[in-house]
């Protein structure tokens, strides 16, 4: 993946009046999420904008709520593509995944970030794009190639995961498609279900017409 370099300050007015005056100053609540898990009780010292969270058997871990700039993060978030974000905060960066996003209805505006904080020892499960490259032998053949699957979800450490996944297609036949279960990937683990169609080649009017007057023929 590539790298997002993102700045980042701490948030330490927490609550809806604080959130909404954020908001108005064009800023977007961020929580980064992940970390280490440490056992319970906490012994440190916390920085500005970080709490524990209890995950249960004695164990916790600290989010950070933070606050980004609309602009900082408009070419992170509208782009088909994915990135490794490098975070700057508390003068310290830290290297997250983008989790989920919250959009407001109505005017489509971002309300809310959550960041997922990865290392080079543990798998994250990102949305990778899909990109179909070659020519099927059914297209040849008078069909249509189908993209039904635009991500595939993919289990590995960030630094192992590709910008998007390329598929061939060139010996996919008429009326035949592709499966997730089909597809292998070195050091990745997809994680969608085998079964699902990720792309196809579909019989069209023309190479249905073709095909019967092939048989009338023979």
Same mark, same amino acid.
């Given at each position: 993946?590539?790298?997002?370099? =993102?700045?980042?300050?701490?948030?330490?007015? /927490?609550?809806?009046?604080?959130?909404?005056?954020?908001?108005?100053?064009?800023?977007?609540?961020?929580?980064?999420? #992940? #970390?280490?898990?440490?056992?319970?009780?906490?012994?440190?010292?916390?920085? $500005?904008?970080?709490?524990?969270?209890?995950?249960?058997?004695?164990?916790?871990?600290?989010?950070?709520?933070?606050?980004?700039?609309?602009?900082?993060?408009?070419?992170?978030?509208?782009?088909?593509?994915?990135?490794?974000?490098?975070?700057?905060?508390?003068?310290?960066?830290?290297?997250?995944? /983008?989790?989920?996003?919250?959009?407001?209805?109505?005017?489509?505006?971002? /309300?809310?970030?959550?960041? =997922?904080?990865?290392?080079?020892?543990? $798998?994250?499960?990102?949305?990778?794009?899909?990109? =179909?490259? #070659?020519?099927?032998?059914?297209?040849?053949?008078?069909?249509?190639?189908? =993209?039904?699957?635009?991500?595939?979800?993919?289990?590995?450490?960030?630094?192992?995961?590709?910008?998007?996944?390329?598929?061939?297609?060139?010996?996919?036949?008429?009326?035949?498609?592709?499966?997730? #279960?089909?597809?292998?990937?070195?050091?990745?683990?997809?994680?969608?279900?085998?079964?699902?169609?990720?792309?196809?080649?579909?019989?069209?009017?023309?190479?249905?017409?073709?095909?019967?007057?092939?048989?009338?023929?023979?």
């Amino acid at each position: 993946m590539k790298t997002f370099n =993102l700045s980042a300050q701490p948030r330490t007015e /927490l609550g809806k009046k604080a959130t909404k005056a954020l908001r108005e100053k064009n800023m977007i609540p961020v929580v980064l999420n #992940g #970390g280490e898990v440490f056992e319970l009780p906490f012994n440190g010292t916390l920085k $500005p904008g970080e709490k524990i969270v209890e995950i249960g058997n004695g164990k916790g871990l600290i989010t950070t709520d933070l606050t980004v700039t609309n602009d900082a993060v408009r070419k992170l978030i509208y782009t088909p593509e994915i990135f490794a974000i490098e975070l700057e905060v508390n003068g310290e960066k830290r290297m997250a995944v /983008l989790k989920d996003i919250q959009f407001q209805p109505v005017k489509d505006s971002i /309300l809310h970030i959550d960041l =997922l904080e990865v290392n080079d020892k543990k $798998p994250v499960v990102v949305e990778v794009p899909v990109k =179909l490259e #070659g020519h099927a032998e059914g297209v040849k053949a008078g069909g249509k190639l189908t =993209l039904s699957m635009k991500k595939l979800k993919v289990k590995a450490t960030y630094d192992k995961i590709p910008e998007r996944l390329v598929i061939n297609v060139d010996n996919l036949g008429l009326g035949k498609s592709l499966q997730v #279960g089909e597809l292998n990937f070195e050091g990745l683990e997809l994680m969608n279900a085998k079964n699902a169609v990720v792309c196809a080649v579909q019989l069209t009017r023309a190479a249905r017409g073709a095909a019967a007057a092939a048989a009338a023929g023979k």
